[in-house]
């Protein structure tokens, strides 16, 4: 399954720890197979949620259910109440996540804070873990003896057994119509629940994302100075797009990073997303001729020089280069990522953002695009002895869960009218300096509703995303080993693929010739690639197949 995306070396040092304390330490009582009572037939034979899609407010351009965003041009001026009483009568509830911004200040000094427990009916006591030392403290606390009642779960070695250990099995409050308890946990789209089921059961509160995963992100204003058409229709096009895109003159360069030209070459030749499964026998990307002729071209693509030359140094700031217009394009980039481009360039005039769409390698045809998981991470809920105090969690996120336009979802992302935001002319909330401070408590990261398209005082923008997601998301294909556990993912994975595009990055440098890229493919399988297959095929064999 997905996890949350960390640092190789905290993953590192958080997985080992983790690994360490589930083999030996508090979870021995779990037996050995990391596997046990996880199989995919167990699994399949779980009732999931009823999908319930929230109607209280109506988009300006609908989603789907294959993925495709519902957009909004301005914030619904309704913001009907979606929790009609307060989820807790003054009791205390604790949780842990990570965070990516300053800690904000204490609910002494955070009025956001206060008034969020004020709707909650709880006192919200949060441990908030720099996202960068997350890895880190989660096997920490784990190890200890005292949960958090909710916590931001990461995907480690013998990850089932940790859940059916410590945490909630939440059949019994979710399970089909029960979640009905929970409308705003049942808008959750299935495909991000999927991800929430081990060892026969629901363990989880899944915090889901969109479909598409990833955007094709371009400067429009340099493609159009450039002269070049921002949708190449080919391979040949496509290169002779990033040539005209560069300049090093002009210190510009199409692409800022090999993963980025890498991940646009990959849709072109047709790679699998990830694994690709043809009658319950997995072949991992990398074991492709798709990908050894996306290395070649790679390889071509650097010796054009329209990559940045500082693409392989690991602290480039590719974002900022963007920003700056040293470089036109990012096609590694999270689709969350429009709003933040829009933010970081207010004070830009030149700047448009665009997106690309991706050809087939002959300009037949659109591209597959790769679904995305869904899902960005899940809540555990630590074991309680009542089941009252878990419906009490489950109440607490249900109103974090609360949908786009609702009058709970404008509160937790923009607080207090006047105070952490104010109503622009067209109606759309907009953040104080104060706001921008107090609001950043990381309780998306704990519960969350399905996104939507919709940037502050931009309605083109819902236009653009919704239209180029319409486009891709027909193409799109999943990985078949989503929903599936790997325990040699968990704990084998990370260095081994660390290795493997390291010397990918030889390889695409000169430094070592392509004839390599076998060898690399055969230490890969060894280190784990083999035996991520055998998970993956032995679960499915239990199953029957898909």
């Keep these: 399954m997905t996890g949350i995306h960390v640092s190789r070396r905290t993953f590192l040092a958080g997985a080992a720890g983790a690994a360490a304390l589930i083999g030996t330490g508090s979870l021995a009582g779990c037996g050995g197979s990391s596997n046990q009572g996880n199989s995919s037939s167990a699994n399949a034979s779980v009732k999931l949620p009823t999908y319930i899609r929230y109607g209280g407010v109506k988009p300006d351009l609908p989603g789907t259910d294959a993925g495709v965003d519902a957009g909004f041009r301005h914030f619904p001026t309704s913001r009907p109440k979606s929790v009609p009483q307060k989820p807790g009568n003054g009791e205390t509830v ?47 606390v784990i190890a200890g003896n005292d949960l958090p009642d909710l916590i931001q779960m990461l995907i480690v070695a013998n990850y089932p057994a940790l859940l059916e250990k410590r945490f909630t099995r939440l059949d019994e409050f979710l399970s089909g119509d029960a979640i009905k308890d929970y409308p705003n946990l049942a808008n959750i789209p299935t495909s991000a629940w999927k991800q929430t089921v081990y060892n026969g059961g629901i363990y989880g509160i899944p915090i889901p994302r969109g479909r598409i995963g990833n955007y094709n992100f371009i400067r429009l204003d340099l493609f159009k100075a450039a002269g070049v058409s ?62 050894k002729q996306t290395v070649n071209d790679l390889v071509a693509m650097w010796k054009s020089g329209v990559i940045h030359p500082d693409a392989f140094n690991p602290s ?71 089941p009252e105090k878990t419906k009490l969690m489950l109440r607490v996120l249900n109103y974090l869960a609360a949908p786009f336009g609702t009058d709970e979802y404008l509160y937790r992302l923009y607080g207090q009218e006047g105070v952490d935001h104010n109503i622009n002319a067209d109606g759309d909330p907009v953040l104080t300096a104060k706001g921008t401070t107090n609001t950043v408590l990381p309780i998306r990261y704990m519960a969350d509703a399905p996104g939507v398209l919709y940037q502050a005082g931009r309605p083109q923008d819902a236009d653009t995303q919704h239209a180029w997601q319409s486009r891709e998301i027909p193409t799109c294909v999943d990985n078949p080993a989503l929903g599936l556990f790997s325990n040699t993912f968990a704990s084998k994975n990370t260095p081994v693929d660390k290795t493997f595009q390291d010397g990918i990055n030889q390889i695409v440098q000169g430094r070592q010739p392509v004839s390599t890229l076998d060898n690399l493919i055969t230490v890969w399988r060894q280190g784990a690639g083999d035996g991520m297959r055998r998970d993956y095929e032995d679960q499915l064999q239990k199953a029957g197949g898909r």
């Design 230 to 291: 921002p949708e190449p229709k080919s391979y040949e096009e496509l290169v002779e797009t990033t040539k005209a895109l560069t300049d090093p003159k002009k210190r510009r360069w199409a692409l800022a990073l090999p993963v980025q030209a890498r991940q646009l070459l990959g849709r072109v030749n047709g790679e699998p997303n990830v694994w690709r499964e043809e009658g319950g026998k997995f072949t991992h990307a990398y074991e492709t001729q798709e990908f």
């Design 94 to 140: 604790t949780g842990m996540a990570n965070i990516f911004y300053a800690i904000p200040p204490g609910r002494d000094r955070n009025s956001y804070w206060a008034g969020l427990d004020d709707r909650l009916g709880v006192n919200l006591d949060l441990q908030m873990v720099s996202a960068a030392d997350w890895a880190t403290k989660f096997p920490t």
């Design 316 to 386: 480039q700031p590719f974002k900022q280069l963007f920003n700056a217009g040293t470089v036109a394009m990012d096609a590694w980039g999270g689709y969350t990522g429009w709003t933040q481009y829009i933010l970081d360039n207010q004070n830009n005039p030149g700047f448009e953002l665009g997106l690309m769409p991706t050809h087939t390698r002959d300009g037949s045809q659109l591209a597959r695009w790769t679904y995305g998981s869904g899902f960005y991470s899940m809540t555990g809920l630590k074991q309680q002895d009542s």
